[in-house]
């Protein structure tokens, strides 16, 4: 029977690093500037431990300048805020990223907001959120970017189809929706009070899902021929692979959901690993532009 084609999200990030690493190159060449890439963890959270030292070994093979600040759980809002403001001032860093999520006593929006969103490499902070929603050039959420990415090398022009985004996160799911509409898609948008769920996605020539659920998009929500991506990261227990061992799956039941779908990211293997790929592409976009002001160009 027909399967969807598997989206290859691990060998697009692997091309969009090499342009990365090119245009970071061009930049040295041009006007001395090796980018900088700071990233701030609070705390000792074990999953975030690991996407900040793949961000700093990424970070370098790209040939950018790599800054990790690792602070203490109990670090107060006002040390990381002076942190923040040192980066902002710093010449040799062109791009800031807190690692989130942050120790409850210290309030997120705070600290996204002390950020100066020329170096807001996340794409979090409310100008940048703003510049998105009103059509300016910002720096754009990293995760939601590289769907877009995915989709147009997959579909080309998207104008016209219908997009269906599962999730409303300030991180994915929003920015994720203005993306679409900037390219013309009729967007809808859904989360956990929308009624009808499955007639939703029926509809969606594009379904983006982002809601950290496992599998909860069935393989007949799919409209056949509709483009998939799965934002999901969850975790099950895998058994089969041995006690107390887990395997990945993504917010779609990706088995039924391939025999519908034309295209469809697998998980692991899909968005995930453009995520980070992004950010260095984030970073050499704030670099070139802070360059570009400058020197008045
Ligand atoms: P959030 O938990 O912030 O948002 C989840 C969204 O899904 C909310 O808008 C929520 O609705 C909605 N939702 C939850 N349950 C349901 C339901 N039963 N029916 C319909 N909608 C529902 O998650 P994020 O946006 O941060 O992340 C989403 C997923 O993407 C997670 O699995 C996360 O691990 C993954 N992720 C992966 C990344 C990567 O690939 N690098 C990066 C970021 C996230 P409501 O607003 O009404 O509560």
Redesign the pocket.
């Known amino acids: 029977g027909h399967r969807a084609k598997l989206i290859d999200g691990k060998g697009f990030a692997a091309g969009l690093r090499q342009q990365v690493a090119n245009r970071v190159a061009a930049l040295k060449a041009s006007h001395g500037i090796v980018p900088g890439l700071a990233v701030v963890l609070v705390g000792d959270d074990p999953a975030s431990e690991i996407y900040v030292r793949n961000k700093g070994r990424q970070t370098l093979e790209v040939g950018m300048q790599s800054f990790e600040h690792r602070l203490g759980a109990e670090t107060s809002q006002q040390a990381l805020l002076d942190l923040v403001a040192r980066l902002n001032a710093d010449p040799a860093v062109h791009g800031i990223l807190v690692q989130l999520p942050l120790p409850p006593h210290i309030e997120s929006a705070a600290v996204i907001a002390a950020i100066d969103p020329a170096k807001d490499v996340d794409g979090f902070h409310i100008q940048n959120a703003g510049l998105l929603a009103t059509g300016g050039r910002g720096l754009v959420p990293c995760?939601p970017l590289g769907c877009l990415m995915l989709l147009k090398e997959e579909l080309g022009d998207l104008s016209g189809l219908d997009a269906l985004v599962?999730?409303?996160?300030n991180?994915?799911?929003k920015p994720m929706a203005h993306l679409l509409l900037a390219e013309n898609c009729t967007v809808t948008i859904?989360?956990?009070?929308?009624r009808n769920?499955p007639d939703l996605c029926r509809r969606a020539d594009i379904l983006v899902a982002?809601?950290?659920?496992p599998q909860?998009v069935k393989g007949d929500w799919i409209k056949p021929g509709a483009t998939v991506i799965d934002?999901?990261?969850?975790r099950l227990p895998a058994p089969e692979k041995g006690q107390d061992k887990t395997r990945l799956v993504g917010?779609v039941d990706f088995e039924a959901a391939s025999l519908k779908a034309a295209a469809i990211t697998p998980v692991p293997g899909g968005?995930?690993p453009m995520?980070i790929a992004v950010l260095l592409a984030n970073s050499i976009t704030a670099a070139e532009r802070q360059s570009a002001r400058e020197s008045g160009e």
């Not at 859904?190 to 929308?194: F, I, Y």
């Open positions: 995760t599962l999730g409303r996160s991180i994915v799911g859904a989360h956990s009070r929308s769920l982002a809601v950290g659920r909860m934002v999901g990261i969850n917010d968005v995930g995520t």
